[in-house]
């Protein structure tokens, strides 16, 4: 994140034990900064993964909470969604498209049905990518690799 003081880039400082009014809110951890411009130090990132209408309220997260609050949205309006997990860090969603007969990829901070972006576009090497909806666990390693 910028730092409140300076609006300058900060460098990390590890994990922060979550604030009471933090762990109320959600917050599982909280990622520690401090900025290399300014000196200020205690710049707090709460992750707020199990409350996704927090970051409605914040409009502060990583691809997890964006995910996360994408699938409430969609859930909400009736669609039926899956949260996709890459064992090598990053989460988007999936959403059942009628129409098609098939799961849409979308990456609510980066694009819609390119499924291969992140091998294709990012340079990742995936591990093991898996969908949870409400029914089921899936491996779908397959529509994610050219592997």
Do not use: I
């Amino acid at each position: 994140p910028a730092c409140p003081s300076c609006s300058s880039p900060t460098q990390s400082s590890g994990l922060c034990v979550p604030s009471v009014q933090e762990q109320q809110d959600g917050a599982g951890r909280v990622e520690g900064y401090r900025c290399s411009m300014c000196g200020v130090e205690g710049v707090r990132f709460p992750r707020y993964h199990s409350r996704p209408e927090k970051l409605l309220e914040t409009r502060k997260g990583r691809c997890g909470e964006w995910a996360n609050c994408f699938v409430l949205c969609c859930r909400a309006l009736g669609f039926d969604t899956r949260h996709v997990v890459d064992w090598t860090d990053h989460v988007w969603a999936e959403v059942w498209s009628k129409a098609e007969g098939r799961w849409l990829h979308v990456d609510p901070g980066e694009t819609v049905d390119k499924p291969l972006v992140y091998e294709a576009g990012w340079g990742k090497k995936l591990t093991y990518v898996m969908a949870f909806s409400k029914e089921e666990v899936q491996d779908v390693t397959w529509r994610y690799s050219k592997d």
